[in-house]
């Protein structure tokens, strides 16, 4: 069992960055393969970003490569979303998800745990 908890949300102008954190409970943080989706006020939950267990395969939406950058720090316990150059498109809750190995999936259906999630909001 994993538990999450993400931060780093906040409010940010067009073009700016920032960076969010889920951080895992447990000691089996590095065989869980993890991912980013997000949900915008009455739409579905969307694939962000996945990185493999072992950091060695990452995957990202086409609206989000070349801006954002999934990582991770087993030592920490922790996965990074590195978000830059953002947009007004960009504004909805963010949550974490974590699945036992596994390839860096696309679908929410993969990750059986998930965070609370932490709110971004890009103004114009």
């Known amino acids: 069992q994993v538990q999450l908890v993400e931060s780093g949300g906040g409010l940010v102008q067009a073009g700016g960055s920032l960076r969010l954190s889920c951080a895992a409970s447990g000691r089996t943080f590095s065989s869980y393969t993890m991912g980013w989706f997000r949900q915008a006020p009455g739409k579905e939950r969307d694939f962000v970003a996945a990185?493999?267990?072992?950091?060695?395969?990452?995957e990202y939406a086409d609206s989000v490569k070349g801006r954002f950058t999934i990582s991770r720090d087993n030592a920490k316990n922790t996965v990074y979303l590195q978000m830059n150059s953002l947009k007004p498109d960009d504004t909805a809750v963010y949550y974490c998800g974590a699945r036992l190995y596994g390839l860096a999936a696309r679908a929410k259906n993969e990750y059986r745990h998930w965070g609370q999630g932490t709110q971004v909001t890009v103004s114009s």
């Open positions: 990185i493999s267990w072992s950091g060695g395969a990452t």
